[in-house]
């Protein structure tokens, strides 16, 4: 018989894996849930920015925000405060 077998690393009720495919696998998933919770929250501050500007001649921060909106560039523009250089 093999005592090995019968060991409590291997039996899982008692939520012990040696598996660390398992591991990797569920730190992939948090890594991504957090990237994406970053993205939406750049992506909404982005517009959150394009709807409070004042929709008057120039629009320089109306492009830059509307283009972080439907492209990647918010990133960037989140953080550009270009309403205040207008003032």
């Known amino acids: ?3 090995r077998h019968y060991s409590l690393c291997n039996v899982k ?3 012990v894996s040696k598996n660390k ?3 990797k696998m569920k ?5 991504q849930v957090v990237v994406l ?3 939406l929250a750049v992506w909404g501050g982005n517009l959150v920015r394009l ?5 008057k001649p120039s629009y320089k921060a ?3 925000y509307a283009l972080g909106v439907v492209t ?12 205040k250089e207008n003032d």
């Open 21 to 23: 495919g398992d591991d």
């Open 37 to 39: 919770s970053i993205a």
């Open 51 to 55: 709807i409070k500007c004042d929709w």
């Open 1 to 3: 018989m093999n005592l």
């Open 13 to 15: 009720a008692f939520g």
């Open 72 to 83: 990647p560039t918010c990133v960037v523009t989140v953080w550009m405060d270009i309403e």
């Open 62 to 64: 109306e492009i830059i």
């Open 27 to 31: 730190n992939m998933v948090i890594a």
